[in-house]
């Protein structure tokens, strides 16, 4: 309290002192008019090429998002920032990761991560996310969602997050980056059911091999496990993409010259938008040291 008081007299006195001597040409007393407006709190809004040490999480907390230098060990990198315009952003609380909203910027982020790796992301040991600002920060003026890659020790079997050091900018542009998907040896059950699909180097025995990726179209059903019919368009046309690899013909013979084995995304990430399947051919008798890559018919004969 004293101290207040003390304050209180001196700027009084200062007060007098200057009505005392009078004032200087262009001052009118007044100390506070003059003063330049504060500016408008902005929101923060992360960056594209920053990565974090932090696991991917679909809601992006600031708190949690302190970018690290690429070059040491992370978990994440962000390929692209995009903002969220017209009747989406003037929505009270982030579009729910099944809704249309939510879908177009998956779009992009597919679209815009293309460009940063290279190649289609889901080329490589990779996944694609899509994170959003929280609540509150929605309420505080973000508009923005992130696409957030990352490392997997393996996309077939849900593997886990790779702690990497180095950017994945242009990681995918070579097709033998280290990244790319290549050979594997499938474990495959009396059923034809696939309980394993180990990667290895193709100039070692395998019997399946990446082929590609299917984009499946906006009103295609998500399959369930049991659901014969629902998987048929998936076969089929991972089937195509073994022709186009391989160099077969487009053939009724096609499906007599090797099993398929289509690998989608979960459920969840389905209605957000990521509709690429995956495609790997599967040698159903024997096994190769060597890739199939363009190495023509005789390679997947025929048989019976």
């Not at 051919?281 to 363009?294: P, Y």
Request: hydrophobic share 40%; glycine share 8%; aromatic share 8%.
């Amino acid at each position: 309290m004293r101290r207040s008081v003390a304050a209180l007299a001196l700027g009084a006195l200062m007060m007098a002192g200057l009505a005392g001597c009078g004032m200087p040409e262009g001052v009118d007393g007044e100390l506070t008019d003059d003063w330049a407006g504060l500016p408008e709190p902005k929101s923060f809004v992360p960056a594209a090429g920053v990565c974090y040490s932090t696991d991917f999480a679909p809601i992006a907390l600031r708190a949690l998002s302190t970018p690290v230098d690429c070059a040491t060990e992370h978990r994440v990198e962000t390929t692209f920032v995009g903002t969220f315009t017209g009747a989406p952003a003037e929505a009270g609380k982030p579009p729910a990761r099944d809704s249309d909203p939510a879908r177009a910027a998956f779009a992009e982020c597919d679209k815009q991560s293309a460009t940063y790796l290279g190649a289609d992301w889901r080329l490589g040991r990779l996944s694609l996310g899509l994170a959003l600002p929280s609540d509150k920060a929605w309420t505080g003026g973000a508009r923005w969602y992130r696409c957030d890659v990352t490392e997997k020790t393996n996309v077939e079997e849900n593997g886990t997050t790779v702690a990497r050091k180095g950017t994945v900018k242009d990681g995918l542009k070579a097709v033998d980056a280290p990244l790319r998907l290549g050979c594997y040896t499938l474990d495959v059950q009396s059923t034809l059911e696939i309980t394993k699909m180990a990667a290895t180097d193709c100039t070692k025995e395998h019997n399946g091999e990446f082929v590609g990726v299917w984009q499946a179209p906006a009103n295609q059903k998500y399959p369930q496990v049991t659901d014969v019919a629902a998987w048929q368009a998936f076969y089929n046309n991972c089937r195509q993409k073994i022709a186009e690899y391989v160099k077969v013909p487009k053939d009724d013979d096609l499906a007599a010259r090797s099993g398929v084995a289509p690998v989608l995304a979960n459920e969840a990430d389905w209605k957000t938008g990521d509709r690429g399947a995956r495609c790997y051919v599967w040698l159903q008798d024997i096994k190769i040291n060597k890739s199939l890559r363009a190495a023509g018919p005789n390679a997947l004969p025929i048989t019976d």
